[in-house]
């Protein structure tokens, strides 16, 4: 019976060794869909390296590792070594669909974009012939007709309350730094809602109340999230998810998503550099709105989980400082910030070569957290003691309180921040290690 083994890599420290945790919070999804599409004769093995060892003398016949951002170098470390054994290795996710060049470097096959055809012929291939075509690329023009994933790979595994559920894939806008935007090109697609809602009866029924609900950008289809969240509400399930700063602009569509029972949204807040953001090409989130949106999603009952960017050209240590005391101002209970870091093939990356403003291609330090190209109106040491400088205020203990236990909505929603206080704990830890705070 042959086997294949699904491994999600863990991520390297700055300081040296791996990141390891006893428990994955937000385990993905694509593992257990793919599984679920496999003939039935084929075993499959799921390993989320974060939380479990790898084992180099595995019986599997292939091994199939997906990897996103800077995990994709322990990706190529774990195909090498796999690769020396006589294992075929394939490769997929988001980074090794921008650069298949590099990947086929250390896999036999490489996956681009979306899954869903590529992967049966992938095995297909396998059983006829005992070998992998260098790429499959086959994009999808629909998201329908996908099976339940099988779930069970995950639910054995040290996680947390929620198990993932996928609404869509794309983003019709072009943000010049976005690796969505390069591989969708402004593509958006949507499952069918039964569709959604049948994975959510599924968790349900597998003593689940909590999930997270995948899209890049559900907000490209109000009146689809809007029917969405109607169906989702009588399951009486809380959910959390990521969505842009212009659903606090559609008071009724946000009362019905926190009436379907969503707790926790994910917003990219960028910067509070207007300029900076025109030059990214998202000149459609206005800085002039973030503290009235703020404020309308914590009147709504959701909590924000933030992510900022430093280092636009319409940056310079004034603003930076002044981004601190944004933060500080909003009381923003989960936040990560990241140096500008234009990934290979963005649009951002091409911009920046083609101007000389790179410092260099090394891409092992494209990691967030070190400036590698030449910002406009500081020195890139200037950036990244900013950087360092901005965590250690927004990380300190007596702004983790602030932001968390003494903030007005705790006494509305204590268990939501006491959730969020042990995050930012855990994110100081990194901090204090020198490190990139990661997802939980």
């Known amino acids: 019976m042959p086997k294949v083994l699904f491994i999600q890599p863990s991520q390297y420290l700055v300081r040296g060794g791996i990141v390891k945790q006893k428990k994955l919070y937000l385990p993905g999804l694509v593992f257990p869909l793919l599984a679920a599409m496999l003939p039935i004769h084929w075993e499959v093995e799921v390993r989320l390296e974060v939380i479990d060892d790898i084992d180099f003398n595995t019986d599997a016949d292939m091994v199939g590792i997906g990897a996103m951002g800077h995990s994709i170098f322990r990706a190529f470390d774990l195909a090498d070594e796999f690769r020396k054994r006589g294992k075929v290795v394939f490769m997929g996710g988001y980074m090794a669909s921008m650069v298949p060049e590099m990947a086929l470097q250390h896999a036999d096959s490489v996956v681009i974009g979306d899954a869903e055809v590529s992967f049966p012929q992938l095995i297909a291939d396998f059983e006829n012939t005992g070998q992998l075509k260098p790429i499959y690329d086959n994009p999808?023009?629909?998201?329908?007709?996908?099976?339940?994933?099988?779930?069970?790979?995950?639910?054995?595994?040290?996680?947390g309350d929620m198990l993932p559920v996928q609404a869509g894939r794309g983003c019709t806008h072009g943000c010049s730094f976005c690796s969505i935007a390069c591989i969708y090109k402004g593509r958006h697609m949507?499952?069918?809602?039964?569709?959604?809602?049948?994975?959510?009866?599924?968790?349900?029924?597998?003593?689940?109340?909590?999930?997270y609900l995948i899209d890049d950008n559900i907000m490209n289809n109000p009146a689809y999230l809007d029917e969405l969240c109607q169906r989702i509400e009588p399951l009486r399930m809380k959910w959390s998810s990521q969505c842009t700063m212009d659903l606090a602009k559609n008071d009724s569509l946000l009362k019905q998503v926190v009436?379907?029972?969503?707790?926790?949204?994910?917003?990219?807040?960028?910067?509070?550099?207007?300029?900076?953001?025109?030059?990214?090409?998202?000149?459609?989130?206005?800085?002039?709105?973030?503290?009235?949106?703020?404020k309308a999603f914590n009147d709504a009952g959701i909590m924000i989980s933030a992510e900022m960017i430093i280092g636009t050209d319409g940056d310079t240590t004034d603003t930076l400082k002044a981004t601190y005391d944004f933060i500080k101002e909003c009381r923003i209970p989960l936040l990560r910030i990241y140096i500008l870091t234009p990934a290979p093939a963005t649009r951002l990356y091409t911009e920046l070569k083609h101007s000389g403003r790179l410092i260099h291609e090394d891409f092992r330090h494209y990691n967030s957290s070190e400036c590698v190209y030449y910002p406009e109106r500081m020195t890139p040491e200037e950036l990244t003691d900013m950087y360092n400088w901005l965590n250690g205020r927004i990380f300190s203990m007596n702004s983790i309180v602030s932001r968390t236990l003494l903030n007005k909505q705790f006494l509305r929603y204590p268990l939501k921040y006491l959730f969020a206080f042990f995050v930012n704990l855990h994110y100081r830890s990194y901090v204090k290690r020198g490190e990139t705070p990661l997802i939980v």
Not at 140 to 159: C, D, G, Q
Not at 193 to 206: F, G, M, N, P
Request: charged share 30%; glycine share 6%; with cysteine.
């Open 190 to 211: 949507m499952r069918p809602i039964d569709e959604v809602i049948r994975d959510i009866e599924y968790i349900r029924s597998l003593g689940y109340r909590k999930f």
């Open 259 to 294: 009436k379907s029972g969503c707790e926790i949204l994910s917003l990219g807040l960028e910067s509070i550099s207007q300029e900076g953001l025109d030059k990214l090409n998202k000149s459609w989130l206005r800085v002039d709105d973030h503290r009235t949106l703020i």
């Open 140 to 159: 999808l023009t629909e998201l329908k007709h996908l099976p339940i994933p099988r779930y069970e790979l995950l639910t054995a595994k040290p996680i």
